[in-house]
């Protein structure tokens, strides 16, 4: 039989779990800690081969998106892909909006940030990165933050492969960046 005590004891723990997870439910998690404001500045679909890829959604605080100010770009995948994968084609844009071969160091270094960042995906995985200018940026997958990456020259190189004129979608550039009639 309970005592008094005990029963005390269950009802206060019991408050205060449920204090808790209404704080926790009122407050922002994930990426939005970085970015409470940020509201949706455009999307679209990557499709390669009539194979759509990715749903890919640009959040920000403004409603000019650039690289002097933060912002998140929240990538939902529609196939598996390896994380090998997304660390190769990522690199591999880097180097063709870059026009350069990347020095070698910075190369493996970078690799082995995306290694750590990024995950193998599936249908439905959501992998977001929030640019913060001048700092570098930080990877959530499914809202859970899985690695920062502090340098700002990565980041910019990183976030280009959507941003920059020279992507390989231009198509979904202007629907990111809210350009489309």
């Not at 390669?48 to 998106?65: E, H, I, M, T």
């Not at 809202?143 to 990456?149: A, E, F, P, R, Y």
């Amino acid at each position: 039989m309970a005592t008094p005590r005990s029963r005390l004891c269950s009802v206060l723990l019991l408050s205060l779990a449920l204090a808790a997870g209404a704080a926790q439910a009122n407050s922002p998690s994930g990426w939005r800690e970085q970015l409470p404001q940020a509201t949706l500045i455009g999307s679209g679909d990557f499709s390669w081969f009539g194979f759509s890829v990715y749903n890919a959604k640009l959040w920000s605080p403004s409603s000019r998106v650039d690289f002097t100010e933060p912002f998140a770009l929240e990538l939902t995948y529609r196939r598996t892909i390896s994380r090998e994968t997304l660390v190769d084609t990522s690199l591999d844009e880097i180097r063709r909006i870059n026009g350069q071969p990347l020095d070698p160091e910075q190369q493996s270094a970078w690799t082995e940030q995306m290694s750590q960042a990024f995950v193998d995906v599936k249908d439905g995985t959501r992998i977001t990165g929030v640019f913060l200018p001048g700092e570098g940026c930080r990877f959530y997958v499914d809202g859970q933050l899985q690695h920062v990456i502090d340098d700002p020259e990565f980041a910019r190189a990183f976030f280009s492969i959507w941003l920059d004129p020279q992507t390989r979608s231009p198509k979904l550039r202007a629907a990111l960046l809210g350009l489309n009639p």
